[in-house]
Nanobody, 117 residues
Framework: QVQLVESGGGEVQAGGSLRLSCAAS????????MGWFRQAPGKEREFVAA????????YYSDSVKGRFTISRGNVKNTVYLQMNSLKPEDTAVYYC??????????WGQGTQVTVSS
């Protein structure tokens, strides 16, 4: 049973940066594609970024492209989300997910990111 645990959330002023981490335990996710999603209050969960199992292919939503960077750790069991130039509209609970062929069936509990203006 794989478990994903996110960390690194917090409160930051607009224009600041945060780095989220997602660590897998229980079983390796080195062959899984992984992604980040977020859900703001009163809104549906939305895609933020994804990286394939090798780390060679990365995808971003238009709203974060150029500001956020997704990457995998050297042992592929960790995924990061570097968030720069944060905006108040980035405020949300951020979730890490893993799955094959970007079909996510493993989810973390989420970490809160709050960006104040």
């Amino acid at each position: 049973q794989v478990q994903l645990v996110e960390s690194g959330g917090g409160e930051v002023q607009a224009g600041g940066s945060l780095r989220l981490s997602c660590a897998a335990s229980g079983r390796t996710v080195g062959t899984y594609d992984m992604g980040w999603f977020r859900q703001a209050p009163g809104k549906e969960r939305e895609f933020v970024a994804a990286v394939n199992w090798s780390g060679g292919a990365k995808y971003y939503s238009d709203s974060v492209k150029g500001r956020f960077t997704i990457s995998r750790g050297n042992v592929k069991n960790t995924v990061y989300l570097q968030m720069n130039s944060l905006k108040p509209e980035d405020t949300a609970v951020y979730y890490c997910a893993a799955g094959m062929a970007f079909q996510y069936d493993i989810w973390g509990q989420g970490t809160q990111v709050t960006v104040s203006s």
